[in-house]
Protein backbone atom coordinates (compact mmCIF):
# COMPACT_ATOMS: atom_id res chain seq x y z
CA UNK A 1 0.00 0.00 0.00
CA UNK A 2 1.08 3.54 -1.10
CA UNK A 3 -0.28 6.94 0.15
CA UNK A 4 0.14 9.92 -0.35
CA UNK A 5 -0.19 13.30 2.07
CA UNK A 6 0.08 16.59 0.89
CA UNK A 7 2.47 19.42 2.95
CA UNK A 8 1.61 21.74 1.06
CA UNK A 9 -1.04 22.27 -1.80
CA UNK A 10 1.54 22.29 -4.96
CA UNK A 11 3.88 18.62 -3.69
CA UNK A 12 3.20 15.22 -1.93
CA UNK A 13 5.65 12.82 -0.77
CA UNK A 14 5.17 8.66 -1.26
CA UNK A 15 4.87 7.08 2.34
CA UNK A 16 5.16 3.02 1.38
CA UNK A 17 4.20 0.05 3.60
CA UNK A 18 7.12 -2.40 3.48
CA UNK A 19 4.47 -5.18 4.19
CA UNK A 20 1.61 -6.18 2.05
CA UNK A 21 -1.23 -9.00 2.98
CA UNK A 22 -0.50 -9.80 6.95
CA UNK A 23 3.37 -10.04 6.98
CA UNK A 24 4.99 -9.26 9.77
CA UNK A 25 8.52 -8.13 10.84
CA UNK A 26 10.64 -11.09 12.15
CA UNK A 27 12.34 -10.40 16.23
CA UNK A 28 15.54 -9.16 16.19
CA UNK A 29 18.68 -11.69 16.21
CA UNK A 30 20.97 -11.09 19.06
CA UNK A 31 24.75 -12.86 19.33
CA UNK A 32 26.68 -10.59 21.81
CA UNK A 33 27.01 -7.25 21.25
CA UNK A 34 25.71 -7.55 17.59
CA UNK A 35 22.13 -7.35 16.67
CA UNK A 36 20.93 -8.10 13.53
CA UNK A 37 17.61 -6.28 12.36
CA UNK A 38 15.52 -7.23 8.98
CA UNK A 39 16.36 -5.16 6.44
CA UNK A 40 13.11 -4.36 5.53
CA UNK A 41 12.06 -2.61 9.39
CA UNK A 42 15.67 -0.69 8.73
CA UNK A 43 14.23 0.80 5.27
CA UNK A 44 10.64 1.63 7.13
CA UNK A 45 11.29 4.96 6.24
CA UNK A 46 9.22 7.94 5.07
CA UNK A 47 10.19 9.80 2.18
CA UNK A 48 10.89 13.66 1.96
CA UNK A 49 12.15 15.66 -0.23
CA UNK A 50 16.09 15.95 -0.65
CA UNK A 51 18.32 17.81 1.57
CA UNK A 52 18.19 21.11 -0.98
CA UNK A 53 14.75 21.29 -0.60
CA UNK A 54 14.17 20.08 2.81
CA UNK A 55 14.52 23.80 4.55
CA UNK A 56 10.46 23.83 3.28
CA UNK A 57 9.99 22.47 6.30
CA UNK A 58 10.55 21.49 9.94
CA UNK A 59 12.03 18.07 9.77
CA UNK A 60 13.07 16.60 13.45
CA UNK A 61 14.29 13.37 11.55
CA UNK A 62 16.66 15.57 9.15
CA UNK A 63 18.37 16.78 12.90
CA UNK A 64 21.54 13.94 13.57
CA UNK A 65 20.24 14.05 17.48
CA UNK A 66 16.56 12.75 16.40
CA UNK A 67 17.46 10.95 13.24
CA UNK A 68 16.65 7.54 14.57
CA UNK A 69 18.15 6.11 11.39
CA UNK A 70 18.85 7.83 8.53
CA UNK A 71 21.76 9.70 8.54
CA UNK A 72 22.08 13.49 8.89
CA UNK A 73 20.76 15.26 5.92
CA UNK A 74 19.42 11.93 4.40
CA UNK A 75 15.72 12.20 2.68
CA UNK A 76 15.07 8.95 3.71
CA UNK A 77 14.34 8.73 7.76
CA UNK A 78 12.42 6.64 10.49
CA UNK A 79 10.41 7.90 12.96
CA UNK A 80 10.40 4.54 15.17
CA UNK A 81 11.27 6.29 18.45
CA UNK A 82 7.98 8.59 18.59
CA UNK A 83 5.06 5.62 17.75
CA UNK A 84 3.59 6.22 21.61
CA UNK A 85 0.27 8.66 20.77
CA UNK A 86 -0.48 11.75 22.19
CA UNK A 87 -3.14 12.54 24.56
CA UNK A 88 -5.67 14.32 21.51
CA UNK A 89 -5.08 10.41 19.99
CA UNK A 90 -6.75 6.97 19.80
CA UNK A 91 -4.42 4.85 21.78
CA UNK A 92 -3.31 6.81 24.62
CA UNK A 93 -3.51 6.36 28.62
CA UNK A 94 -2.52 8.69 31.37
CA UNK A 95 0.03 6.51 32.33
CA UNK A 96 1.51 7.44 28.72
CA UNK A 97 1.88 10.78 29.76
CA UNK A 98 3.65 13.01 26.52
CA UNK A 99 6.19 10.74 25.91
CA UNK A 100 4.53 11.07 22.12
CA UNK A 101 6.33 14.08 22.23
CA UNK A 102 9.11 13.50 25.42
CA UNK A 103 11.75 11.22 26.90
CA UNK A 104 13.93 11.53 29.38
CA UNK A 105 16.07 9.80 32.07
CA UNK A 106 18.21 11.05 35.39
CA UNK A 107 21.77 9.72 36.38
CA UNK A 108 23.02 9.60 39.83
CA UNK A 109 26.53 10.58 40.25
CA UNK A 110 27.74 10.32 43.88
CA UNK A 111 30.83 11.72 45.61
CA UNK A 112 33.52 9.67 47.09
CA UNK A 113 31.94 9.87 50.21
CA UNK A 114 28.44 9.26 49.48
CA UNK A 115 27.40 12.15 51.14
CA UNK A 116 26.63 14.46 48.00
CA UNK A 117 25.26 14.00 44.28
CA UNK A 118 25.00 15.13 41.44
CA UNK A 119 21.77 14.56 39.42
CA UNK A 120 21.94 15.02 35.47
CA UNK A 121 18.98 14.96 33.54
CA UNK A 122 19.18 14.08 29.97
CA UNK A 123 16.02 14.91 27.47
CA UNK A 124 14.76 15.25 24.22
CA UNK A 125 11.88 16.74 22.83
CA UNK A 126 10.16 15.88 19.37
CA UNK A 127 10.36 19.12 17.54
CA UNK A 128 13.06 20.49 20.21
CA UNK A 129 10.71 22.14 22.23
CA UNK A 130 12.87 24.88 24.79
CA UNK A 131 12.76 22.15 28.02
CA UNK A 132 13.00 23.11 31.66
CA UNK A 133 13.21 20.72 34.81
CA UNK A 134 11.43 20.75 38.08
CA UNK A 135 13.24 19.05 41.16
CA UNK A 136 10.93 18.55 43.75
CA UNK A 137 8.56 20.94 42.80
CA UNK A 138 11.19 24.13 41.80
CA UNK A 139 11.34 24.59 38.25
CA UNK A 140 14.44 25.59 36.12
CA UNK A 141 16.22 25.36 33.03
CA UNK A 142 19.37 23.49 34.17
CA UNK A 143 19.29 19.78 33.56
CA UNK A 144 21.58 19.77 36.53
CA UNK A 145 21.09 19.83 40.54
CA UNK A 146 23.62 19.35 43.29
CA UNK A 147 22.15 17.35 46.77
CA UNK A 148 23.94 16.76 50.03
CA UNK A 149 22.75 14.66 53.27
CA UNK A 150 20.31 17.37 54.38
CA UNK A 151 17.96 15.90 51.62
CA UNK A 152 16.34 13.70 53.50
CA UNK A 153 13.09 12.11 51.45
CA UNK A 154 12.10 11.32 48.02
CA UNK A 155 12.98 14.12 45.61
CA UNK A 156 10.22 14.46 42.82
CA UNK A 157 11.34 14.90 38.88
CA UNK A 158 9.91 15.93 35.76
CA UNK A 159 10.74 17.50 32.51
CA UNK A 160 9.09 19.92 30.52
CA UNK A 161 8.46 21.52 27.17
CA UNK A 162 7.80 24.97 26.14
CA UNK A 163 4.95 23.37 24.33
CA UNK A 164 3.22 22.35 27.86
CA UNK A 165 4.53 18.70 27.42
CA UNK A 166 5.35 17.09 30.29
CA UNK A 167 6.87 14.10 31.94
CA UNK A 168 7.44 12.77 35.15
CA UNK A 169 10.48 11.10 35.93
CA UNK A 170 11.30 8.44 38.77
CA UNK A 171 12.08 10.13 42.20
CA UNK A 172 15.38 10.74 43.13
CA UNK A 173 15.93 8.01 46.27
CA UNK A 174 19.70 9.06 47.75
CA UNK A 175 21.58 6.49 48.94
CA UNK A 176 22.21 8.50 52.15
CA UNK A 177 18.95 8.03 53.43
CA UNK A 178 18.92 3.57 53.11
CA UNK A 179 18.45 2.59 57.41
CA UNK A 180 21.64 1.57 58.99
CA UNK A 181 22.53 -2.10 58.85
CA UNK A 182 21.98 -2.76 63.04
CA UNK A 183 23.22 -6.56 63.25
CA UNK A 184 22.04 -9.19 65.56
CA UNK A 185 25.12 -11.00 65.10
CA UNK A 186 27.80 -8.51 65.46
CA UNK A 187 30.71 -10.52 66.02
CA UNK A 188 29.47 -12.51 62.84
CA UNK A 189 31.92 -12.78 59.91
CA UNK A 190 30.36 -11.46 57.05
CA UNK A 191 32.98 -9.49 55.68
CA UNK A 192 30.90 -6.32 54.81
CA UNK A 193 28.16 -8.94 52.83
CA UNK A 194 31.04 -11.14 50.92
CA UNK A 195 30.09 -14.04 52.94
CA UNK A 196 26.81 -15.86 54.69
CA UNK A 197 23.65 -17.46 53.42
CA UNK A 198 21.31 -15.05 51.72
CA UNK A 199 17.45 -16.32 51.06
CA UNK A 200 16.45 -15.94 47.86
CA UNK A 201 12.16 -15.05 48.36
CA UNK A 202 11.30 -16.40 44.91
CA UNK A 203 8.66 -13.66 43.82
CA UNK A 204 7.26 -12.66 47.42
CA UNK A 205 5.31 -9.66 47.54
CA UNK A 206 7.69 -6.85 49.02
CA UNK A 207 5.42 -6.58 52.54
CA UNK A 208 6.22 -10.30 53.27
CA UNK A 209 9.62 -9.87 52.93
CA UNK A 210 9.40 -7.04 55.07
CA UNK A 211 7.66 -9.15 57.46
CA UNK A 212 9.74 -12.05 57.01
CA UNK A 213 13.00 -10.36 57.87
CA UNK A 214 12.67 -10.14 61.79
CA UNK A 215 13.40 -14.21 60.96
CA UNK A 216 16.19 -14.47 58.85
CA UNK A 217 17.64 -11.88 61.63
CA UNK A 218 16.96 -14.00 64.42
CA UNK A 219 18.42 -17.06 62.23
CA UNK A 220 21.83 -15.51 61.61
CA UNK A 221 20.96 -14.87 57.62
CA UNK A 222 23.31 -12.70 56.23
CA UNK A 223 20.40 -11.32 53.50
CA UNK A 224 17.88 -11.30 51.58
CA UNK A 225 17.42 -11.44 47.67
CA UNK A 226 14.29 -10.74 45.96
CA UNK A 227 13.37 -10.67 42.67
CA UNK A 228 13.89 -7.32 39.84
CA UNK A 229 11.57 -5.15 41.24
CA UNK A 230 10.71 -2.94 37.57
CA UNK A 231 7.65 -2.90 35.57
CA UNK A 232 7.25 -5.68 34.32
CA UNK A 233 4.93 -7.86 31.11
CA UNK A 234 1.20 -8.78 32.31
CA UNK A 235 -1.43 -10.55 30.77
CA UNK A 236 -4.95 -11.36 30.86
CA UNK A 237 -4.76 -14.47 28.90
CA UNK A 238 -3.02 -17.65 30.11
CA UNK A 239 0.84 -18.20 28.28
CA UNK A 240 1.88 -21.82 27.48
CA UNK A 241 -1.48 -22.65 29.84
CA UNK A 242 0.06 -20.67 33.32
CA UNK A 243 -1.35 -16.71 33.74
CA UNK A 244 1.57 -14.44 34.09
CA UNK A 245 4.23 -17.20 35.06
CA UNK A 246 6.82 -16.27 37.49
CA UNK A 247 9.64 -15.28 34.39
CA UNK A 248 7.54 -12.54 33.46
CA UNK A 249 9.13 -11.02 35.94
CA UNK A 250 11.99 -11.26 34.11
CA UNK A 251 10.23 -9.66 31.39
CA UNK A 252 10.52 -5.98 32.10
CA UNK A 253 9.06 -2.89 30.60
CA UNK A 254 10.59 0.08 31.83
CA UNK A 255 12.84 0.71 35.00
CA UNK A 256 10.15 2.24 37.25
CA UNK A 257 10.15 0.35 40.63
CA UNK A 258 7.05 -0.93 40.28
CA UNK A 259 6.86 -4.70 39.86
CA UNK A 260 4.27 -7.71 40.83
CA UNK A 261 6.20 -7.84 44.35
CA UNK A 262 4.68 -4.16 45.31
CA UNK A 263 5.16 -0.18 44.68
CA UNK A 264 8.23 1.80 44.91
CA UNK A 265 7.29 2.56 48.72
CA UNK A 266 6.85 -0.84 49.57
CA UNK A 267 10.33 -1.63 48.49
CA UNK A 268 11.80 1.25 49.76
CA UNK A 269 10.16 0.24 53.18
CA UNK A 270 10.86 -3.22 53.10
CA UNK A 271 15.04 -2.05 52.57
CA UNK A 272 14.72 -0.12 55.22
CA UNK A 273 13.09 -2.86 58.06
CA UNK A 274 15.07 -5.36 56.81
CA UNK A 275 18.49 -3.44 56.99
CA UNK A 276 17.64 -1.95 60.27
CA UNK A 277 17.13 -5.70 61.40
CA UNK A 278 20.61 -6.32 60.41
CA UNK A 279 19.67 -8.33 57.05
CA UNK A 280 21.03 -7.00 53.93
CA UNK A 281 19.10 -6.93 51.00
CA UNK A 282 19.98 -8.34 47.30
CA UNK A 283 17.97 -7.42 44.00
CA UNK A 284 17.69 -9.24 41.11
CA UNK A 285 18.06 -7.13 38.12
CA UNK A 286 17.44 -6.95 34.05
CA UNK A 287 19.25 -4.19 32.05
CA UNK A 288 20.16 -5.98 29.54
CA UNK A 289 16.88 -6.08 27.35
CA UNK A 290 13.24 -5.27 27.78
CA UNK A 291 9.75 -7.37 26.63
CA UNK A 292 9.86 -8.26 23.10
CA UNK A 293 7.94 -10.34 20.57
CA UNK A 294 5.06 -8.15 20.37
CA UNK A 295 4.37 -8.42 24.17
CA UNK A 296 3.77 -4.86 24.53
CA UNK A 297 1.37 -1.54 24.30
CA UNK A 298 0.26 -1.71 20.78
CA UNK A 299 -3.32 -2.63 20.43
CA UNK A 300 -2.64 -3.65 16.61
CA UNK A 301 -0.32 -6.48 16.20
CA UNK A 302 -1.88 -9.25 14.13
CA UNK A 303 -1.26 -12.87 13.65
CA UNK A 304 -0.22 -13.89 9.97
CA UNK A 305 -0.91 -17.39 11.10
CA UNK A 306 -4.94 -16.41 12.40
CA UNK A 307 -6.40 -15.38 9.19
CA UNK A 308 -4.65 -11.55 10.00
CA UNK A 309 -6.42 -11.23 12.98
CA UNK A 310 -5.35 -8.72 15.60
CA UNK A 311 -4.28 -9.37 19.45
CA UNK A 312 -5.02 -6.48 22.21
CA UNK A 313 -1.69 -4.15 23.56
CA UNK A 314 -0.18 -6.41 26.68
CA UNK A 315 -0.63 -4.61 30.35
CA UNK A 316 1.86 -4.46 32.94
CA UNK A 317 2.38 -4.10 36.65
CA UNK A 318 2.43 -0.25 36.81
CA UNK A 319 -0.84 0.52 38.49
CA UNK A 320 -3.15 2.68 36.62
CA UNK A 321 -1.61 1.53 33.32
CA UNK A 322 1.49 0.69 31.60
CA UNK A 323 4.34 2.26 30.66
CA UNK A 324 4.41 3.15 26.14
CA UNK A 325 6.06 0.07 25.55
CA UNK A 326 6.55 -0.98 21.95
CA UNK A 327 9.00 -3.89 20.44
CA UNK A 328 8.50 -3.65 16.37
CA UNK A 329 5.51 -1.80 14.60
CA UNK A 330 4.16 -4.46 12.33
CA UNK A 331 2.77 -1.90 9.92
CA UNK A 332 0.27 0.98 9.36
CA UNK A 333 -2.85 -0.75 8.54
CA UNK A 334 -4.71 2.34 6.77
CA UNK A 335 -4.61 5.37 5.04
CA UNK A 336 -5.32 6.84 8.13
CA UNK A 337 -3.13 5.59 10.26
CA UNK A 338 -0.12 6.30 8.14
CA UNK A 339 -1.17 9.99 8.17
CA UNK A 340 -1.26 9.89 11.83
CA UNK A 341 2.13 8.24 11.81
CA UNK A 342 3.52 11.21 9.84
CA UNK A 343 1.82 13.93 11.26
CA UNK A 344 4.20 12.48 14.55
CA UNK A 345 6.99 13.40 12.54
CA UNK A 346 6.85 16.42 10.51
CA UNK A 347 5.39 19.58 11.06
CA UNK A 348 5.24 22.20 8.13
CA UNK A 349 6.18 25.81 8.15
Request: proline share 7%.
Amino acid sequence: MTATLALTSAQTFPLTDPLPDCQIFSNNQCAGNTITTEPKFEAYRYEFPPPEEAAMFTHVCLDVHTCVFGPPNSSLCGCHRWFTPAASEEGWQPSFQDYSHLFGWSTINYSADLRSATVTVTAEHKINATLSYEFGGKAQTSNVMKFDATTTAPVSLSVLGSDKTKIDLEPLDFRWNRAELKLTFPNGDYRSGQKGAIVEMFGWPHAAVEKECAFLAKSGYMGVKVFPPQESIMSTEPFQGVMNPWYFFYQPVSYKLESRAGSRDELRSMINTCRSQGVRVYADAVVNHMTGGGNDANPDHRNPNANCQVFGAKQSTLEGGSSPMYTQVSKLRSESEVEQSHRMCVAEL
